[in-house]
């Protein structure tokens, strides 16, 4: 298995620190917003890799982080008139739904970088005892200068940068020793959750926070670090100076980068406005559309948002779904239940497309061509199953879509009863609505069960439903 490594600017082979195991570390959100899709592709291209490893059988120790402190946090917090940790447990409850509902698997610990100050507070006295950070009026700052190595992992010229970033001397950070020198701790405003340190009464800068969570759930030394690539500078050559020069030993051996989910050719942020959260996506398609969207793009690559896309991707996840039915349907209908000779050879064929998806994925991830593999599995299901193949052999084709899909976190079978609980849900949500006089609500479900092919009855003995 190969993984493009930024910090190389090559694919290189894959091998953990112990074998058989993987600890991999993904940057999480600042909670301050529900999530956007931006937000969403490093969540599920990572989720995806993760499973992609599990299934070749490593135990993957996943941490991704929650920003919870955070000048966005506490703009939101006085705008609202509550307190920060409200508005990031709120955000926090949010995203987990939202992962949930991408399929996006919890991680082994998400930490909080509330929780983990005194972590904060002792590498950066040790940063500071080793000459690599100094403390000016209570703001400690990290001194690019003594290490050698800073610049490694986003290659870039640290004298254009310095002069590049001369005007910083007048934004008020003058107190700096180098342009280029960067926050671990600084003093707090009026009104602005803090901690008390050695330094200042203040709170921890942004980069820090992974550098000591990391190093706490997964060792000094793990295997891979993640991000999007808007991370690469400052956040992560950050983070690599700060636990370098404590830890003295490499931080993280692969550094893998998703490329931007753009709108109209723009990255989708949250300051340009121009953003759809997973939410709202949610209120159109069913979450394993956006999956899908995500994965039919290799991870390094831009992808743009559109409609069509996503319409496509729609139109796309349903075809493997109607072959995984038909299949369902001929294994249950079947006269014969053995598998044949000729269908034994015919499933010995069929390995050739799990060889091309594995082959696919271990070339860095490459999901476009992991499904292409599938949809080539789908066209040798809808060829070679017929209603005169046995239940074994309609059986095993089926097995075998879902079991691809699954490595991916697509779900190709979808199951009658959790439909049915679904309408029973929305029933029992309309019946709700209409107690509390609600008429608006109550019809609004009312239109979206017809939407999904669903018609209501009102009867003397309850609502019934039937399928139009
Ligand atoms: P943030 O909440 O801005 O710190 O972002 C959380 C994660 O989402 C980081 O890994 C970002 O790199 C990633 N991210 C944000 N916007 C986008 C986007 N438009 N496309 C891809 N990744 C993004
Ligand atoms: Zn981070």
Same mark, same amino acid.
């Given at each position: +298995?190969?993984?493009?490594?930024?910090?190389?600017?090559?694919k290189?082979e894959?091998?953990?620190?112990?074998?058989?195991?993987?600890?991999?570390?993904?940057?999480?959100?600042?909670v301050?917003?529900?999530?956007?899709?931006?937000?969403?592709?490093?969540?599920?291209?990572?989720?995806?890799?993760?499973r992609? +490893?599990?299934?070749?059988?490593?135990?993957?120790?996943? =941490?991704?982080?929650?920003?919870?402190?955070?000048?966005?946090?506490?703009?939101?917090?006085?705008?609202?008139?509550?307190?920060?940790?409200e508005?990031?447990a709120?955000?926090?409850?949010?995203?987990?739904? !939202? +992962?949930?509902?991408?399929? =996006?698997?919890?991680?082994?610990v998400?930490p909080?970088?509330?929780?983990?100050i005194?972590?904060?507070?002792?590498?950066?006295?040790?940063?500071i005892?080793k000459?690599?950070?100094?403390? =000016?009026? #209570?703001?400690?700052?990290?001194?690019?200068?003594?290490?050698?190595?800073? #610049?490694k992992?986003?290659?870039k010229?640290? !004298? %254009?940068?310095?002069? #590049?970033?001369?005007e910083?001397k007048?934004?008020? @950070?003058?107190?700096?020793?180098?342009?280029? !020198?960067?926050?671990?701790?600084?003093?707090?405003?009026?009104?602005?959750?803090?901690w008390?340190?050695?330094?200042? $009464?203040?709170?921890?800068?942004?980069?820090?926070?992974?550098?000591v +969570?990391?190093?706490?759930?997964?060792? @000094?030394?793990?295997?891979?670090? /993640?991000?999007?690539? !808007?991370?690469?500078?400052?956040?992560?050559?950050n983070?690599?100076?700060?636990?370098?020069?404590?830890?003295?030993?490499?931080?993280?051996n692969?550094?893998?980068?998703?490329?931007?989910?753009?709108?109209?050719?723009?990255?989708?942020?949250?300051?340009?406005?121009?953003?759809?959260?997973?939410? @709202?996506?949610s209120?159109?398609?069913?979450? $394993?559309?956006l999956?899908?969207?995500?994965?039919?793009?290799?991870?390094?690559s831009?992808l743009?948002?559109?409609?069509?896309?996503?319409?496509?991707?729609?139109?796309?996840?349903?075809?493997?779904?109607?072959?995984?039915?038909?299949?369902? %349907?001929?294994?249950?209908?079947?006269?014969?239940?053995e598998?044949?000779?000729?269908?034994?050879?015919?499933l010995?064929?069929?390995?050739?497309?799990?060889a091309?998806?594995?082959?696919?994925?271990d070339?860095?991830?490459?999901t476009?061509?992991?499904?292409?593999?599938?949809?080539?599995? =789908?066209?040798?299901?809808?060829?070679?199953?017929?209603?005169?193949?046995?239940?074994?052999?309609?059986?095993?084709?089926?097995e075998?879509?879902?079991?691809?899909?699954?490595?991916?976190?697509?779900?190709?079978?979808?199951?009658?009863?959790?439909? %049915?609980?679904?309408?029973?849900?929305?029933?029992?949500?309309?019946?709700a609505?209409?107690? /509390?006089?609600?008429?608006?609500?109550?019809?609004?479900?009312?239109?979206?069960?017809?939407?999904?092919?669903?018609i209501?009855?009102?009867?003397?003995?309850?609502v019934k439903?039937?399928?139009?």
């Amino acid at each position: +298995m190969k993984f493009y490594n930024t910090l190389t600017r090559t694919k290189q082979e894959f091998v953990p620190v112990k074998e058989g195991v993987v600890s991999m570390y993904v940057c999480g959100p600042t909670v301050y917003n529900l999530i956007h899709i931006g937000n969403a592709r490093p969540m599920i291209v990572f989720d995806t890799a993760r499973r992609y +490893m599990e299934y070749k059988g490593y135990k993957v120790n996943y =941490v991704s982080n929650f920003t919870d402190v955070d000048d966005k946090i506490i703009n939101k917090a006085n705008e609202e008139g509550v307190s920060s940790e409200e508005i990031s447990a709120r955000y926090i409850k949010e995203c987990r739904k !939202d +992962m949930a509902a991408m399929n =996006v698997k919890p991680a082994t610990v998400h930490p909080q970088a509330t929780q983990e100050i005194d972590g904060m507070i002792h590498m950066i006295q040790k940063l500071i005892d080793k000459g690599y950070a100094y403390n =000016v009026n #209570g703001t400690v700052y990290f001194r690019t200068r003594k290490d050698e190595q800073y #610049g490694k992992l986003s290659h870039k010229n640290l !004298d %254009d940068l310095r002069s #590049g970033n001369r005007e910083l001397k007048v934004t008020g @950070e003058e107190q700096k020793e180098d342009p280029l !020198d960067f926050v671990l701790w600084k003093p707090k405003k009026p009104g602005e959750p803090y901690w008390d340190s050695p330094w200042s $009464q203040g709170r921890p800068g942004w980069h820090i926070e992974c550098s000591v +969570m990391s190093k706490r759930y997964l060792g @000094e030394t793990i295997d891979i670090h /993640a991000g999007g690539e !808007d991370l690469v500078f400052p956040h992560h050559e950050n983070e690599i100076a700060q636990s370098e020069c404590s830890n003295g030993v490499p931080f993280a051996n692969y550094w893998l980068h998703n490329a931007f989910l753009n709108i109209d050719n723009r990255k989708m942020s949250k300051s340009l406005g121009n953003f759809k959260t997973v939410r @709202e996506i949610s209120e159109h398609y069913d979450l $394993q559309v956006l999956r899908f969207f995500m994965l039919s793009a290799h991870y390094r690559s831009p992808l743009n948002f559109s409609a069509d896309i996503m319409d496509s991707a729609k139109n796309s996840l349903e075809r493997i779904r109607t072959a995984v039915s038909t299949l369902s %349907d001929r294994a249950a209908n079947a006269s014969v239940q053995e598998l044949t000779a000729e269908e034994a050879a015919k499933l010995e064929e069929m390995k050739k497309f799990r060889a091309a998806f594995e082959e696919a994925m271990d070339d860095d991830l490459n999901t476009a061509d992991a499904l292409a593999a599938v949809f080539d599995l =789908v066209r040798f299901a809808n060829i070679e199953v017929t209603g005169d193949s046995s239940a074994a052999f309609a059986g095993k084709v089926k097995e075998e879509i879902c079991s691809l899909c699954d490595i991916l976190g697509l779900i190709a079978e979808v199951k009658e009863e959790s439909l %049915d609980e679904t309408i029973e849900a929305k029933i029992a949500e309309r019946q709700a609505a209409r107690k /509390a006089r609600d008429f608006a609500r109550a019809d609004a479900i009312r239109s979206e069960l017809l939407e999904m092919g669903i018609i209501l009855e009102d009867t003397r003995e309850g609502v019934k439903w039937k399928r139009a």
